[in-house]
Structure formats: C-alpha cells, structure tokens
T-cell receptor, first 111, second 110 residues
C-alpha cells in the first residue's frame, strides 16, 4: 500500500514554464520531506515541512504543506534544464522517523 | 570522506546464490535503512535499524536478511537471489527528519 500518492508521474516541459507537483495521502504526517534524485545517484533532501499550512521557498521552488498535514505541493517557477530529475515526497507518521516515499514525479525540462 | 558508502556499485549474480550488499556510514547516526527502487514502485523499505542489534522489517522484507553488529555498518543479504530481486538498492541513515542516501547498488540476478 502506497501511503503517499504523487502526481503527475511524468512531466515534460520547456524551459521557462511553471509547474506544480502534488503529494497526497489519507494519513496525517508529523513531517513531510521533498527529495530530488538525479540518475545514478541517491535522493537528496530539498526541504522538510512540519507545520500545517507552512510554506517554504528555496530559490525558484516553493513547497507547501496542507493545513491538515495530509498533502503537500512543490511549485517550480521558470523551470530550467538543471531542474530535471525525479522528485520524491516522503513522510514520517510516528515518533521515530521511518520515511515512506511516494513513487515520484519524473521531470524533464527541455532547453 | 564522511558520508554513507555502498559497495559494490554494480553486481551481477546468478539465481540461487547468496549475495551481500554493504553499507557504511561515518556519522554514527542511529537509524539506518535499506530501500529498493523499481520503476513504477518508487522507493520501498526493506528493513531498518534503530541502533546496533535492533532491526525491524519494512514493507518488502521477504528474501532479505540484515544485521547490525556495529553502528556504522548495515549489510543486506539476499539469502537465495531471485530474478524478482533485480533492482537498485539504496542504503540510508537519518538525522532527525533528514535521510542521507548512498549512491546505490545496481543488482542484476540472471
């Protein structure tokens, strides 16, 4: 059972476009993370959100945690080819951080 | 160098053979994890460990064995490899709510 559903699964866009990736669950998470993975490498943490309604910005990336702490979104403004990669959301539900991952969104940004 | 390292990076083995994937971290993080990554399934947790000598099953533990006699090492053993275990395996450790991943081991079972 996949606790975290990500959409879309694939995204192919042109440089300069904006995009939003979603991460949804029926479970409440104590925290939620977004990771980015490049081919041949392990995932690398981008951000952690903890508070319902929280918004965090990382340059052109904006992350939002839903008010009920069941969902999150990642918005990229003016995408660049360097943003190409697999974006994964992950969450922990208990006192110990045992991350469960979504299936990921594969993003390709064409020059 | 500090970090988390996996070995080997690539491995081809035959069905029925035992194979061990190694994972070593230099941070002394308490928690360590093994995931497998397959197309269409994302990252699935195989086993995790909260400390030396404490391990627990994840979502897909069948066919795998782990041990953790020292905090820094967390090897994963496939007792009798099957083709369905062909995958990319990632080891990770965590500090708070951040997980740090190795570069992965690509295992092919023929």
């Amino acid at each position: 059972t996949q606790l975290l559903e990500q959409s879309p699964q694939f995204l192919s866009i042109q440089e300069g476009e904006n995009l939003t990736v979603y991460c949804n669950s029926s479970s409440v998470f104590s925290s939620l993370q977004w990771y980015r993975q490049e081919p041949g490498e392990g995932p690398v943490l981008l951000v952690t959100v903890v508070t319902g309604g929280e918004v965090k910005k990382l340059k052109r990336l904006t992350f939002q945690f839903g008010d009920a702490r069941k969902d999150s979104s990642l918005h990229i403004t003016a995408a660049q080819p360097g943003d190409t990669g697999l974006y994964l959301c992950a969450g922990g539900t208990g006192g110990s951080y045992i991350p469960t991952f979504g299936r990921g969104t594969s993003l390709i940004v064409h020059p | 160098d500090a970090g988390i390292t996996q070995s080997p990076r690539y491995k081809i083995t035959e069905t029925g053979r035992q194979v061990t994937l190694m994972c070593h971290q230099t941070w002394s993080h308490s928690y360590m994890f093994w995931y497998r990554q397959d197309l269409g399934h994302g990252l699935r947790l195989i086993y995790y460990s909260a400390a030396a000598d404490i391990t627990d099953k994840g979502e897909v533990p069948d066919g795998y064995v782990v041990s953790r006699s020292k905090t820094e090492n967390f090897p994963l053993t496939l007792e009798s490899a099957t083709r369905s275990q062909t995958s990319v395996y990632f080891c990770a450790s965590s500090r708070g709510t951040e997980a740090f991943f190795g570069q992965g081991t690509r295992l092919t079972v023929v």
